[in-house]
């Protein structure tokens, strides 16, 4: 059985976020939240609370059938979200565009059946 947990619109850019999410892919569930609540990135508390909603899914969607140590990160993907656009003033008049990226973080759990 597959659960999921999407987190949208995050002020990450997603290369930055992919550096994290790559660690755990794979992993069991228990394992992973250790190894990110250890983790010093930014990334790494919002993929834990996108993690945590995705088990909590899995055991409300089954009815508490569902052993939480059984579940593993099936995916976790990271993908691009809308591109913030702001001007910032340069020399002899010009002027550089900065791009403050989002991201959009999908997290699939499943317990292997």
């Known amino acids: 059985m ?3 947990a999407v987190v949208r619109h995050i002020h990450m850019s997603p ?4 550096v994290v999410a790559n660690l ?3 992993e069991r569930v228990e394992e992973a939240l ?3 609540r250890f983790m010093p990135k930014k990334a790494a508390g919002i993929i834990v609370k996108a993690l945590e909603s ?3 899914n899995a055991e409300d969607r089954s009815g508490g059938d569902v052993d939480i ?3 593993v990160v099936e995916s976790i993907t990271v993908d691009g979200g809308p ?3 702001r001007w910032m003033p340069r020399a002899m008049g010009r002027a550089s565009r900065i791009n403050h990226r989002t991201s959009h973080l999908t997290v699939v759990v499943s317990d292997g059946a």
């Open 54 to 56: 995705a088990a909590a």
């Open 24 to 26: 755990v892919r794979g």
């Open 34 to 36: 250790a190894l990110l």
């Open 2 to 4: 597959q659960a999921k």
């Open 83 to 85: 591109v913030i656009k």
């Open 15 to 18: 290369r930055k976020m992919r």
């Open 69 to 71: 140590d059984s579940l």
